[in-house]
């Protein structure tokens, strides 16, 4: 393997309630605070980290990089629910009605998808 993600990185005008955010949809911890930024790890300590970076102009136009997410351990419904209660927003960025995913945006208006299928029924489907 040549090279290893390190680290995911999410520009924030406000990075505090983006990095709140963010550790709680992933139950992640905060591993490190400040000027600089804020990281996120896994409670294994997992890479890739996740930095949330202050910067000073706001997002204008949809993101070039995302974060797909799966729900492995809950119904896409409970989960999907559980993010709107977080406070993600979902939005439209062109997504067609027969997607198989729904598109939400973290407080600074960052888009991240929430995949339908879990990793069972994608083990399922590859193994007939």
């Given at each position: 393997m040549?090279?290893?993600?390190?680290?995911?990185c999410?520009?924030?005008?406000?990075p505090r309630p983006?990095?709140?955010?963010?550790?709680?949809?992933?139950?992640?911890e905060?591993?490190?605070?400040s000027?600089?930024?804020?990281?996120?790890?896994?409670?294994?300590r997992d890479?890739?980290?996740?930095?949330?970076?202050p910067?000073?102009e706001?997002?204008?136009?949809?993101?070039?990089?995302?974060?797909?997410?799966?729900a492995?351990?809950a119904?896409?419904?409970?989960?999907?629910?559980r993010l709107?209660?977080?406070?993600?927003?979902?939005v439209?960025?062109?997504?067609?009605?027969?997607?198989t995913w729904?598109v939400?945006?973290?407080?600074?208006g960052?888009?991240?998808c929430l995949?339908?299928?879990?990793?069972?029924e994608?083990?399922r489907?590859?193994?007939?």
């Amino acid at each position: 393997m040549p090279v290893r993600i390190s680290c995911v990185c999410i520009d924030a005008v406000e990075p505090r309630p983006v990095a709140d955010f963010w550790a709680a949809v992933l139950g992640w911890e905060v591993v490190e605070d400040s000027d600089e930024g804020i990281s996120l790890a896994s409670p294994g300590r997992d890479l890739p980290t996740l930095d949330i970076l202050p910067v000073p102009e706001a997002k204008q136009v949809k993101n070039r990089l995302h974060l797909d997410l799966r729900a492995d351990e809950a119904s896409f419904d409970a989960e999907a629910e559980r993010l709107d209660s977080l406070g993600a927003r979902r939005v439209d960025i062109g997504q067609g009605p027969d997607v198989t995913w729904v598109v939400f945006a973290d407080p600074e208006g960052n888009e991240f998808c929430l995949l339908r299928r879990t990793i069972q029924e994608i083990a399922r489907s590859t193994s007939t």
